[in-house]
């Protein structure tokens, strides 16, 4: 059974137009991450929610938010994507009962702007 | 976090063992060792972590040199499915601590 779903795995938007990327997981973790990973790149982390607490990475551009309304559900915002914000976006949990913490990721979404 | 060194690609037979080395000399006292793995177009999956001890689980063998600046994850039986970029990661173990990716091993299993 899926532990970590993000929905949808592809997603086509219009340079400028605002886009919601979702995820949800079954594990109950407290936290919850974005990475965004380009093309034969390695993930970087845009920011994360530990619990209701936001994290953001000093690097990541406003243009990206982030939304966790529940433990279960967490969204990823972009504003106005550009041209360069066509990536794949990943979403991964952590921070459950098990020491020490480890991340488990969904499959992604991947997005194109065009 | 410390920073690893991992060759950037590396062959291997399907059947025989996969070894591939990470270096993290800089690694600190509190620092676990983790492994991660991304099969093509797929989010990365978890493979083991250790901290000093060598590990073994259903997936793989870790081995941590004695001084800690050094790691080999082993796939003992490789096969196909386990083409992939292998990710070596060292991390403080707190929650809310990312995951730094560096380049990678793109690992290439030939039949």
Redo the contacts between chains.
């Keep these: 059974d899926a532990m970590v779903i993000q929905n949808p795995r592809y997603q086509v938007t219009q340079f400028g137009k605002p886009v919601t990327l979702s995820c949800s997981q079954t594990l109950n973790h407290n936290v919850m991450y974005w990475y965004q990973q380009k093309s034969s790149q390695a993930p970087k982390l845009l920011f994360h929610y530990y619990d209701k607490d936001f994290n953001n990475e000093a690097d990541t551009p406003d243009n990206f938010q982030s939304r966790r309304p529940n433990t279960s559900f967490c969204f990823l915002d972009i504003r106005s994507p550009g041209l360069g914000d066509a990536a794949m976006y990943l979403c991964a949990v952590g921070g459950g009962a098990y020491f020490p913490e480890t991340q488990y990721f969904g499959p992604g979404t991947r997005l194109l702007v065009l | 976090d410390a920073k690893t060194t991992q060759p950037p690609s590396m062959d291997c037979a399907e059947g025989r063992a996969a070894n591939l080395p990470c270096n993290h000399s800089t690694i600190s006292g509190n620092e676990?060792v983790?492994w991660y793995r991304q099969i093509h177009?797929?989010?990365?999956?978890?493979i083991i972590?250790g901290l000093k001890n060598n590990e073994t689980n259903e997936m793989a063998s870790l081995i941590i040199t004695e001084d800690r600046k050094s790691s080999t994850l082993i796939l003992p039986h490789a096969t196909l499915r386990d083409t992939a970029v292998y990710?070596c990661i060292v991390r403080a173990?707190?929650?809310?601590?990312?995951?730094?990716?560096?380049?990678?091993t793109r690992l290439m299993v030939k039949p």
């Design positions: 676990y983790y177009s797929q989010g990365p999956q978890y972590h990710y173990n707190n929650a809310g601590n990312m995951l730094t990716f560096g380049g990678g």
